[in-house]
Structures are given as structure tokens and as C-alpha cells.
């Protein structure tokens, strides 16, 4: 654990065990087969005199003939303003005073002064009466040298012209000038930054990645991902270790036996046979549930009361008409995230390690389609009208079968790349970018390399622009993770080694974890404090805003490693995905289910690279414009209309909680009017108030952190269980559990939850408006 020590302040930090019960969200799910459905112009002048010139005056100014000129123009001036229309501008009595008297007076000149007067600089001579007995005189004898002085006069101010000219535009070409905003710099700047990305170099870096995956040793692949970022010029890259319990696949894969013919089948339907198993032996052996009790359990369909298996699958009419996985087998994962041999705090040494080597005690086996048809002998066309007729047992049928799961408990080394970019303003404040590679020991898919591609596509954009001097204003610390498909296990590991740390410097998330998984629509999943950014981002990001389509953007749960920075730390989150349309409309149980994708499918669906590229461009333009925003680009107030939303047509909604909710929001507008707007203003921005304010801003989100939520369900109640749905999930679910119980002390349970979280939201809101208000007091 040495690596470990230098990846963060040196702090073995322990955190609190966040759910105890670690309950896997299978423990609820029926013996029958099932889906599971988760979800005027100013002017200035100035008197001249020999003795108060600044450096840098021309050596012409020394004449005497010079003066005695420019008193001649002042004197033309005079002549003029004395004409017929001008009236206004006449001089008093000084004006009989003898030119030589006045040639030989010692000149008391000011310095340059704007001209307060909106008529200007002749409003102002009238205004000064000790300018003008200064400067007032008769008229002049005739001079036969006048034309000449007038000619050096001109020549002069030619010269002194350009000369101005040429200073001025090399000033500004290396001086930006001040006038111009903050704001137009840095989205130009954002968008040369992002130019440098193309499809064809992910493309290439894709290819390279998947050469990789052969390797049965986890540790290869982050050290070729640790290298190739140091050569891009990412500084402190490390690699941080932990020994974690996995549960692996036994020696020979799982069967399901139908007890009425006798016949065995592999989990992909096919028969039990030597042949079978040579045909796709490491797609048998990886399809099945992490986690999972085992053994060998008769299991009747029909059964009503009590359970000891379950049979997974997913229908053929939840996928989208391009995926053809009737006869494709996966993987899930029964761990909600971490070690389970250390639950709560880190597998670092010397930690307390619990035997846990299952997390349920149901024999839980995902099977496919194909092998669903088979059980329940249903026929292979099953369209009705050119309608898909879900896979069902027919009525007043039995069918018993027999299980047999056999899988291997050991301690692994799972190990996460690390590498940051220091922030010049702000450097104790991270803006954390995920992407996830390769565990052991798991499928051969190909999407972590895709995931690798995108985040190694941005550090090259961005690190061409930091070897000429520019850096962002927070720090952004880059993460490939390990141990993604046991359970998050190494960003949990992480997190729980880092929490203290984190959950103050922590500003936002963002997710590069499966950029592409179809190809017909753009995804995208935010914090509901972040959903204006990203709406903003869709749009700029959209050729022909005539066809654009309709913005696709929700607070729904992912699964990916962004799991501990929104559970456990309440930390804004951002994920954008490409996805098939049918595969949003469906379950969201598709999601956790791990198929063996190969790098074939990924260059079907994207063959130019082109999805992946605009992925890596939105995601970047976001993590910079978190990173190097003066004041947070966070809306508070659409937190409070997400509250509002929720409690919407609730049926357990209760008049105390739409009470809380409406406080909340005018705490919210109290605070977005009254602070956001300020700080957004460079004119009226306060940098001890803007660091205030952001610190506020990258909170909001903690308030709503649950301390009991079902299991499946996120702790982080702004996230719903899928995109169909707008309550509050764990109100949902307490009312659903309700129905079936003639207690309804769960759904007490849940309203309580809910309300202390929205009390707890409005208190802090309506607390830093009095933070806000003391310091304005004070400093006045």
C-alpha cells in the first residue's frame, strides 16, 4: 500500500458503514422467472509644459518655436469662438493682455483630467476661469515663419500617430485586452482545446486497448495505462492497490436441468455437452451472478411462498430491434458496491477482513432467452399482429428444474490509475473525470476499452494546451478504476480511503464509463443542479438546431463508478451516453447486466468513431467549464423544482412536505437573485464571496442523502429508479410495500426520510443567506 500513500494527503481514513445491511437488491425478487423493471462621448485634454512632460514625449517638444506655435493655435481657437454662432464660448477680459507678457509667463499646467462636462472639452475651458487667464491673449503679429511651423507641427503629429498606432497593436496582440469578457476567452478557449480531438485517433487508441484485454493480469493493463498518460505530459501518475475478496467462476459452468425430461442445459440454452462447452467455454463460465449462494436446489416456477432461487433473464421484447441476445449469456453483480470483505471502510492493510463469501443465501443464476423458451416450452415465433408476446409460463402449469452453481472465493489485487492536473486558483477543489479498464478474471468485453479511448483522447487535447503555459483554475484528477464489474469495488475502495478529503474537495463528477452502447440516441444523466449546463451543451453541440432532437436529459440511477461519489458523498454527477432508443424505453435492469460485447459490435455501431468523438467533446467542454469557472456553473434552484416535481401527483405526499418544498424554494430564488446573479458579474464579483458561494454550491446535493434507502435503491434521493418515473423512488417503493402489509410503518418510515432531507436542504439554503448577509454587514 505504499502507492496508496501518495494519491492523497497521507490519511488512512476510515468511513462510516453507510449501509449495514448490505442487503443485494435480488433479496425481494420471486422464485418465478421474471424481468426485472428497475429503473455623449466623453473627452479629455491635457495642458502641456516642458517641465511636467512624461518619458517617451518627442524630442520636438523642446522647441521654443514649438510653444510659441501651439500659443498661436490656441490663439486661431480663441479667433474662432469668438465668430458669429459661438457666442457661448466668449473669454473675459484677458484676452487684451500683451503677447509677450504672455509668452514669457511661467505656465501652470494640469495633468491629464477627463472631462466631466457631457458638452465636453470647450464646455469645460468656459468652466475654468484660471485656464483661461492662463491662456488668453491679443492676437499676434504677423509671422512670416508660421507656414513652417505649421508644417513641423503636422509632420510631427504624423509621426507621433503612427508611432501610437504601431505601439498599440503589438500592445494588444500580446496583451488581451480587458475589455473584452471573461466569458468569450474562455469558450474560445474551451473550443481549441476541444478541436485537437478527432474519431480517427480514438479509433487507433480503441484498437490499441483491446490488444490488451488478452492478459489475465490486472496489473498489465493499468501500468500501459499509467505510461501512455505520463507520456502525454499528465503529471503524479500512480497506481493505487487494493487486495479485495472477488467471487469468481468455478471450474466448470453452471447448468439448469428440467426434472420432467431430464434434459441439461448451459446457461445460453445450450445442452449440456463437451462439445457445448468448447464451443463458447469462457461466455459459460462468466455467466453468472457474482456473489450468489451456492449449491445445487430444486426449484418449482409455480412456487407461491418462499423461495430458494432465481432464475435471470431479460425478454427479447425489452431489447432494441438491432441486439440480437436471445442466446447470449451475461453477468451481474449481487454486490452493491465496494469489498464485501470490508464494508464501510477501506481494504487497506491491516484492516478487519470478514469472511463474506456470498451476500444472499439464494443460488441466483442468469440464464437467456433462448433457454426461458425451452423451460417453459413455448414456441420460437412468438409475434402476435407484429407485437413481441413476453416470455411467460402459460397458466395452470408446472415446471420443476434443478440448479447447480458452483463459484470460487479468493483475495485479488485490483488496482486504479490515478493521475492529476494541478489547478492554478483553486487546486484543494477536484473535478474528478471516471472512466473504467480491464479487472481479470471477468468477460472479455470490449466497452472499457472504449471507455479508456475517450478519457485518454481528452488528457492528450488538454495537456497540448497545458505546454503552453495554460492550466485550469481547479485541479482535475483523472481515475481509471478497477474491480467495475464485481461492484465498483476499486472507486469504492477509493473513496472510502479518501472520504475526508473528498467529501470537502470534491466539486463534481464526471462519468466516461460506456460511451457508446447503441447508436440512435444521445443520453444524457445529470444532477438536477447540472441539467441546465448540460441542456446548454446538447444544443451548442448540435449542427442544425432546426433537427436537433428533443433534449434527453434525466436524474436516474447508473450503473457505473460514479455509484460512491452520488451515494455516499453527494457529489453533482454528469454522464453522457449514446444508447438505442428501445434500450431507454425498457428496463433498467439491462444496464447491470454484463454481455461479452466485442470489439467488432463497437466498431458496428460506431465505425468513423464519430459518437465516441462528439462523447468526448461534451464531456470535455463540461469538465472545463466546471473547472475553470470563477463561481460553480451550479443551479440551485432547480434542485428545488426537482423536490417539487417529485412530490407531484404522490399519492403519500403529505401537506407537510409540500410546505417544506415551497420554503425550499423560495430560499432557493432568494438565493439564486441575491448571490448567483452578483457573482456571475465580473463588475461586482468578491473573490472571498465567490469562494463562499461556491462552497455552498458544490454542497447543495448533501441534504438529500438518506441514511436507510431499499436495497437497489440510491441513498441520493434527487436520483430516480429510471427515466418513466418522477416520484421520489423510495416513496414508491414504501407505498408499494404498504399495499401488502397491513402495517404501514415503511411508508412512515420513507415520508420521515424524505421530510428531514428537504427540511435539511432549506435550512441550509436559508443558513448561508445569513452567512451572506452577516459578512455584507460587517464589511460595511
Aim: proline residues 6%; hydrophobic residues 35%; charged residues 20%.
Amino acid at each position: 500500500m505504499g502507492e496508496n500513500e501518495a494519491s492523497l494527503p497521507n490519511t488512512a481514513l476510515q468511513g462510516d458503514l453507510s449501509n449495514p445491511g448490505m442487503e443485494p437488491m435480488w433479496a425481494a425478487l420471486s422464485g418465478r422467472f421474471f424481468t426485472t423493471e428497475l429503473p455623449g462621448k466623453k473627452m479629455a485634454y491635457q495642458k502641456v509644459n516642458a517641465d511636467q512632460r512624461a518619458p517617451g514625449h518627442s524630442q520636438y517638444l523642446d522647441n521654443d518655436d514649438l510653444q510659441a506655435t501651439a500659443l498661436d493655435l490656441e490663439w486661431d481657437m480663441e479667433k474662432e469662438l469668438e465668430e458669429p454662432g459661438f457666442d457661448q464660448f466668449q473669454l473675459n477680459s484677458a484676452e487684451n493682455q500683451n503677447l509677450e507678457n504672455s509668452e514669457t509667463a511661467d505656465l501652470n499646467l494640469d495633468p491629464i483630467q477627463p472631462a466631466t462636462s457631457p458638452k465636453g472639452r470647450f464646455q469645460r475651458l468656459q468652466e475654468e476661469s484660471d485656464y483661461v487667464t492662463h491662456y488668453t491673449r491679443s492676437a499676434p503679429k504677423s509671422n512670416p515663419c508660421n507656414f513652417c511651423r505649421l508644417l513641423k507641427i503636422f509632420c510631427t503629429a504624423i509621426i507621433l500617430f503612427i508611432s501610437g498606432i504601431l505601439i498599440g497593436y503589438y500592445s494588444h496582440k500580446n496583451c488581451p485586452s480587458n475589455a473584452t469578457s471573461s466569458g468569450t476567452l474562455d469558450l474560445h478557449l474551451y473550443q481549441e482545446i476541444l478541436k485537437t480531438i478527432q474519431g480517427e485517433d480514438i479509433k487507433k487508441s480503441f484498437r490499441n486497448l483491446v490488444q490488451l484485454y488478452k492478459s489475465e493480469d490486472d496489473m498489465d493493463i493499468s501500468k500501459k495505462i499509467k505510461t501512455q498518460w505520463t507520456s502525454l505530459g499528465l503529471e503524479d501518475v500512480q497506481l493505487v492497490n487494493y487486495s479485495v475478496l472477488l467471487n469468481l467462476p468455478g471450474l466448470s459452468p453452471s447448468s439448469v436441468t428440467l426434472s420432467s425430461s431430464g434434459q441439461c442445459f448451459h446457461p445460453n440454452g445450450q445442452p449440456c455437452s463437451e462439445e457445448a462447452r468448447k464451443w463458447s467455454s469462457q461466455d459459460l463460465l462468466y455467466s453468472y451472478a457474482a456473489y450468489s449462494a451456492n449449491g445445487i436446489l430444486e426449484l418449482s416456477l409455480l412456487e407461491k411462498t418462499g423461495f430458494g432461487g432465481v432464475l435471470l433473464y431479460i425478454d427479447p421484447c425489452d431489447l432494441p430491434k438491432t441486439a440480437n441476445l436471445s442466446y447470449n449469456t451475461f453477468m451481474v453483480s449481487l454486490n452493491p458496491g465496494g469489498d464485501p470483505s470490508t464494508p464501510g471502510y477501506p481494504s487497506i492493510d491491516g484492516s478487519f477482513r470478514q469472511h463474506r463469501s456470498n451476500l444472499t443465501s439464494l443460488l441466483v443464476q442468469p440464464i437467456s432467452a433462448s433457454l426461458v423458451a425451452k423451460l417453459i416450452s413455448l414456441p420460437k415465433d412468438r409475434t402476435t399482429n407484429g407485437a413481441c408476446s413476453p416470455l411467460e409460463l402459460p397458466n395452470n402449469e408446472e415446471r420443476i428444474v434443478n440448479m447447480k452453481i458452483q463459484t470460487v472465493t479468493k483475495f485479488e489485487t485490483v488496482t486504479n490509475v490515478v493521475g492529476y492536473l494541478k489547478g492554478v486558483t483553486f487546486p484543494d477543489r477536484y473535478v474528478i473525470v471516471g472512466s473504467h479498464h480491464h479487472t481479470a478474471h471477468s468477460y472479455n468485453r470490449q466497452e472499457w476499452a472504449s471507455s479508456t479511448a475517450v478519457i485518454t483522447a481528452f488528457i492528450r487535447a488538454l495537456m497540448l494546451r497545458v505546454k503552453r503555459g495554460w492550466r485550469p483554475d481547479r485541479t482535475i484528477v483523472f481515475c481509471s478504476w478497477g474491480g467495475t464489474a464485481f461492484g465498483n469495488i476499486g472507486s469504492y475502495e477509493w473513496g472510502e480511503d479518501f472520504r475526508k478529503v473528498l467529501q470537502r474537495n470534491v466539486v463534481a463528477y464526471i462519468s466516461l464509463h460506456s460511451p457508446v452502447r447503441g447508436n440512435s440516441s444521445l443520453h444524457s444523466v445529470a444532477s438536477p443542479s447540472l441539467q441546465q449546463l448540460v441542456a446548454e451543451k446538447n444544443k451548442f453541440n448540435c449542427p442544425r438546431r432546426d433537427q436537433c432532437p428533443k433534449t434527453n436529459i434525466s436524474s436516474e440511477q447508473i450503473q457505473d463508478d460514479a455509484d460512491y461519489f452520488i451515494n455516499h458523498l453527494g457529489v453533482p454527477t454528469v454522464r453522457f451516453t449514446y444508447e438505442d432508443i428501445k434500450t431507454l424505453e425498457g428496463p433498467s435492469f439491462l444496464s447491470e447486466a454484463l454481455f461479452p460485447k466485442h470489439a467488432t459490435k463497437i466498431e458496428e455501431m460506431d465505425p468513423f468513431f464519430n459518437l465516441h468523438e462528439t462523447i468526448t467533446k461534451l464531456s470535455g467542454e463540461v469538465i472545463l467549464q466546471i473547472a475553470n469557472e470563477p463561481v460553480l456553473p451550479f443551479n440551485a434552484l432547480d434542485i428545488a423544482l426537482e423536490v417539487q416535481n417529485s412530490l407531484k401527483g404522490d399519492q403519500t405526499t403529505t401537506p407537510q412536505l409540500l410546505a417544506l418544498a415551497s420554503r425550499l424554494r423560495e430560499s432557493a430564488e432568494l438565493f439564486q437573485s441575491d448571490e448567483m446573479r452578483p457573482a456571475n458579474d465580473p463588475k461586482e464579483r468578491d473573490p472571498m464571496r465567490v469562494r463562499m458561494l461556491n462552497d455552498l454550491l458544490q454542497d447543495m446535493e448533501k441534504s438529500f442523502l438518506v441514511q436507510h434507502a431499499p436495497p437497489g435503491f440510491y441513498r441520493n434521493i434527487l436520483y430516480h429508479l429510471d427515466g418513466k418515473t418522477s416520484q421520489f423512488s423510495i416513496l414508491l417503493e414504501a407505498w408499494e410495500h404498504c399495499k401488502s402489509l397491513a402495517s404501514n410503518e415503511t411508508l412512515q418510515e420513507a415520508l420521515s426520510e424524505v421530510l428531514n432531507s428537504i427540511n435539511a436542504a432549506q435550512v441550509y439554503f436559508k443558513a448561508g443567506l445569513d452567512v451572506f448577509e452577516s459578512v455584507l454587514v460587517g464589511k460595511n
